[in-house]
C-alpha cells in the first residue's frame, strides 16, 4: 500500500515539474498563458463509504488550468503586430479552414498580401462595406492587402479660400479682354494639381480680375487646364464666372453656380488631349472667399482628386480598422479585426502554436469588436509578453522537487520496513 502511494506522489510531482518547466520554456512565448496543477487526493471508497480509520489511498492530476491574466506589452514598432488590452482574442483559420482562437498578434504578409501568423493563419476581420458605411460582423473573412496600386479618382471639385484686395484698380472688359498669356489682363492667379480619371496630373489655373463698375465690387473668373479654358456651365466660350461682394467684404453672389450652392462655379466637361481619360468635370467652391482691404491671399487651396499610388504602409486603431496608405496620400479601409470571447477561457483545449480551440467546457465562441463590452481594445505596433512569472516558477521547482524526494523516500522507508519482515526467521 505505501508503495502505491508513494507512487502517486511521484507522478503527481513530475506532472507538477512538466508544467512548471512548460511555463518557464514559454517564458519568452507571445501570448504564452502559464498553467498550473490542480491535485485531488484518492480514498478507496467502500460500498458503505469510507471509515475513520481508512488511510487514503494517494493523490491523482485533477487537471491542468491556465492563468489568463494579462501579460506586458512589449513594443515593436511593426505596425503589423497586434496586442489586445482586454478579455478578446484573435481569429485565426489554418489552410483546413478551421478557426482557432490565439493571443499571439505577431501578423505579417504572405506572399498573396493575407495576413497570417508564423503558422500561415490568417488573421480574421469584417469586411467594410463602403457604399454603407459598415461592416459585416456576422462572417469574418482572411484579411487581403493590395499592394500592387492604389486606385486613382478625377478630381471633381477645387476648395479655394481666397482674400481678392478691395482696392484693386478694376479693368475695362470693354477695352482689355482677357488673356490667360498675358498678366497685364488681370489680377491675380494661382494654381493647383488637378487628376483626370485615369490619374494624370494635370495643371489648373484659376483667375482674377476686377472689373468695371467698381461700385459693384464684381470680379471675373476665369479657369484653365493645361492652357486649355474650362467653360462655366451654361455659358459660351470666353465667357467667365462673375463673383460680387457686398460692402463688407463678404462673398455675396457667384454666377453661374450649382442648383442650391450658391457659392460653387460649375464648369462644363473638359476633353483633354492624350491618353483616353473621361471627361474632365470641375467645379470651383469659393466659400469663405473675401473681398478685404489686405493683400490678395490665398487661405486655402486643396483638390479631391489623386493620381495612382503604391502601398506605403497598414495602419490599425484600437478600435481594430485596418487602413491601407498609398504613396497617393489614399487611406484605403480594409476591415476590421474580429475579435472573440468564450465564457470559460480555462475550458479552452491548447491546441498548439499559441493557439487554442473552443470545446465544450468553453462554450462558444462570441465574435466580436474592439472597444466593445470585455473584448478590449488593440494596440499597434506590440505584442503582449508571456504572463509567465520566472520568480514565481523557480519557486515552484524547488516545491515540486522537494516533494517528488519527499515521496522517494517514502518509497525507500516502505522497502526498509518490508526487508525487516522478509528477514524475519
Do not use: C
Amino acid at each position: 500500500m505505501p508503495f502505491s502511494i508513494a507512487l502517486s506522489g511521484l507522478n503527481a510531482a513530475s506532472a507538477d515539474l512538466a508544467v512548471t518547466g512548460n511555463n518557464i520554456a514559454n517564458a519568452e512565448t507571445t501570448g504564452f498563458k502559464e498553467s498550473r496543477t490542480e491535485f485531488v487526493d484518492v480514498y478507496a471508497i467502500a460500498y458503505q463509504g469510507i471509515t475513520a480509520t481508512t488511510p487514503g489511498s494517494g493523490v491523482r492530476l485533477a487537471g491542468i488550468t491556465q492563468e489568463f491574466s494579462q501579460g506586458d506589452s512589449s513594443y515593436t514598432g511593426n505596425s503589423l503586430d497586434l496586442m489586445i488590452n482586454g478579455q478578446g482574442f484573435f481569429q485565426v483559420q489554418g489552410l483546413n479552414g478551421d478557426v482557432n482562437l490565439t493571443r499571439s498578434g505577431a501578423f505579417h504578409l504572405d506572399r498573396t498580401s493575407t495576413m497570417v501568423n508564423g503558422g500561415n493563419q490568417a488573421l480574421l476581420a469584417y469586411n467594410y462595406n463602403a457604399t454603407t458605411d459598415s461592416y459585416n460582423l456576422e462572417s469574418p473573412q482572411p484579411i487581403r492587402v493590395n499592394v500592387d496600386i492604389g486606385m486613382p479618382a478625377a478630381t471633381s471639385t477645387i476648395n479655394g479660400q481666397f482674400n481678392l484686395p478691395a482696392n484693386e484698380t478694376p479693368i475695362d472688359p470693354a477695352v482689355v479682354p482677357f488673356l490667360a498669356t498675358d498678366q497685364a489682363t488681370y489680377h491675380h492667379a494661382t494654381a493647383s494639381t488637378v487628376y483626370d480619371s485615369l490619374g494624370n496630373a494635370h495643371t489648373a489655373t484659376v483667375y482674377f480680375r476686377k472689373v468695371i463698375p467698381d461700385a459693384a465690387n464684381t470680379w471675373e473668373n476665369y479657369t484653365y487646364v493645361n492652357g486649355n479654358e474650362v467653360v462655366p456651365t451654361g455659358l459660351a466660350p470666353g465667357n467667365p464666372a462673375v463673383i460680387t461682394f457686398d460692402s463688407a467684404g463678404q462673398l455675396a453672389s457667384v454666377v453661374p453656380s450649382l442648383p442650391g450652392i450658391p457659392n460653387v462655379i460649375s464648369y462644363q466637361g473638359l476633353t483633354l488631349p492624350g491618353p483616353n481619360a473621361d471627361p474632365l468635370t470641375l467645379s470651383l467652391d469659393l466659400t469663405d472667399s473675401t473681398q478685404y482691404g489686405s493683400a490678395f491671399a490665398t487661405n486655402d487651396l486643396t483638390q479631391d482628386g489623386y493620381g495612382t499610388g503604391r502601398l506605403s504602409g497598414i495602419d490599425i486603431d484600437d478600435s481594430g480598422v485596418i487602413f491601407a496608405r498609398y504613396t497617393n496620400g489614399v487611406s484605403d479601409i480594409l476591415g476590421k479585426v474580429a475579435l472573440a470571447s468564450v465564457n470559460n477561457p480555462s475550458g479552452l483545449r491548447q491546441a498548439g502554436d499559441s493557439n487554442w480551440a473552443e470545446t465544450y467546457e468553453s462554450g462558444n465562441a462570441i465574435n466580436g469588436e474592439a472597444l466593445n463590452g470585455d473584448y478590449g481594445s488593440i494596440s499597434a505596433g506590440t505584442l503582449e509578453s508571456s504572463n509567465v512569472d520566472i520568480a514565481k516558477q523557480l519557486v515552484n521547482l524547488i516545491i515540486a522537487q522537494r516533494n517528488y524526494q519527499a515521496n522517494a523516500q517514502v518509497i525507500s522507508t516502505a522497502n526498509t520496513v518490508t526487508q525487516t519482515i522478509i528477514n524475519m526467521r
